[in-house]
């Protein structure tokens, strides 16, 4: 298939491997974070990660919008669904993260909440105009890839006259999270402590709509090269390639490997209507980094009767984590999902005890799907 099977050759993929270990100087090592989920699927379904020397090393990093997600703001959608009884739409993974109380999505829906688990945004509006008389809450979560369709699904909404629709807007934005894992890298104990890193695997899809420009700030400000790169095996190891690259020649500069569908300046249409949808919050939480200044978007005032928020107020939750897991450290790329003594024993994707192992994108269900244990 047509940039698929191209991108998965293994003669290809032995020839790139073959190039990196003889470029990698075997007198350091290379910490090379890969901001996404979809990257860390990628290098473990492919084996990518065992095609490379043993000093080019993957850090995981926080791209996975349901990992991030803290337990208050599940807590706060299993509330507006049982104490105002709104029909609350959201995405498969998200229903079976653990929230507080040992409760989850999933089971409030078991115990009576309307709770319904959709595919798109469009599937939430179609749910709206079947049943205007139900209040239906659209539970928005991820990076920059997925605002834009919440930004459509708000304006039809206005368009369309759909009262009985809105939004728990939950959006956040990538830079912010990177900024912060950046800074971390000096700290080096306590729930703030980071690590090390040499290089960036940038987001492919997330950078088709901000574009490459958006990480110019990282080599200015932290000295580190960034190199977008695209989900296939050759994509990562191609970019691989070139991040040390640019280490070995003491570069640091944006590249963008992911050319077939990354530019410069993105998808200004889509950024368009994220502006006019959506403001940035003063400060968000997300799960492993803390509250992050800009890192979160809001609903606009323009569009404000589509704020679930406003609409269904509840008390503010307070977040933690099931005793004994692990999730913030890995999602910060302080711990491999092995680290995590929970992992594989009581924690498995039938049992999860935290959200990296119940995405699909997370970093504890890819080492458990692909057979990474100590
Ligand atoms: Fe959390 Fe489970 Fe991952 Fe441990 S293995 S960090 S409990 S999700």
Request: proline share 6%; aromatic share 8%.
């Amino acid at each position: 298939m047509k940039y698929i099977d191209e991108f998965r050759d293994g003669t290809l993929a032995r020839g790139l491997a073959r190039s990196i270990s003889a470029e990698a100087d075997p007198a350091r090592t290379y910490r090379l974070m890969e901001f996404c989920g979809g990257h860390t699927h990628a290098i473990f379904r492919y084996g990518v990660q065992d095609l490379m020397p043993a000093n080019v090393r993957f850090v995981h990093g926080p791209g996975c919008p349901v990992c991030v997600l803290p337990m208050a703001r599940i807590d706060q959608a299993i509330a507006m669904a049982v104490e105002h009884g709104v029909t609350l739409c959201t995405y498969g993974d998200l229903m079976r993260v653990p929230a507080s109380e040992r409760k989850s999505l999933l089971k409030a829906k078991a115990e009576g909440a309307d709770i319904r688990m959709i595919y798109s945004t469009q599937d939430a509006l179609a749910i709206a105009r079947k049943a205007p008389e139900r209040q239906v809450v659209l539970f928005a979560i991820g990076f920059e890839t997925t605002t834009p369709p919440t930004a459509v699904a708000l304006k039809t909404a206005r368009a369309e006259g759909l009262e009985n629709f809105s939004v728990y807007c939950n959006h956040v934005l990538t830079p912010a999270a990177l900024g912060t894992i950046l800074n971390a890298a000096n700290e080096t104990s306590g729930d703030k402590a980071g690590v090390q890193l040499d290089g960036i695997l940038g987001p492919s899809h997330v950078s088709t709509v901000i574009g490459s420009r958006s990480y110019e700030c990282v080599p200015a400000e932290f000295g580190k090269p960034v190199v977008i790169a695209g989900f296939e095996p050759l994509d990562v190891m191609q970019s691989v390639l070139m991040l040390i690259r640019q280490i070995n020649n003491g570069q640091a500069q944006v590249e963008n490997q992911y050319t077939r569908a990354v530019t410069r300046d993105g998808n200004r249409k889509a950024q368009a209507l994220m502006a006019e949808v959506f403001r940035p919050h003063e400060t968000f939480e997300w799960r492993g980094l803390g509250f992050l200044p800009g890192s979160a978007l809001r609903i606009a005032e323009a569009y404000a009767e589509f704020d679930a928020e406003q609409r269904f107020p509840v008390a503010p939750g307070s977040s933690r984590e099931i005793k004994g897991c692990e999730c913030p450290s890995v999602l910060r790329g302080v711990m491999e999902p092995t680290d995590c003594k929970l992992f594989g024993t009581v924690c498995t994707p039938e049992n999860p005890m935290g959200a990296c192992m119940v995405s699909s994108e997370g970093a504890c269900a890819a080492y458990w799907s692909y057979g990474r244990f100590r």
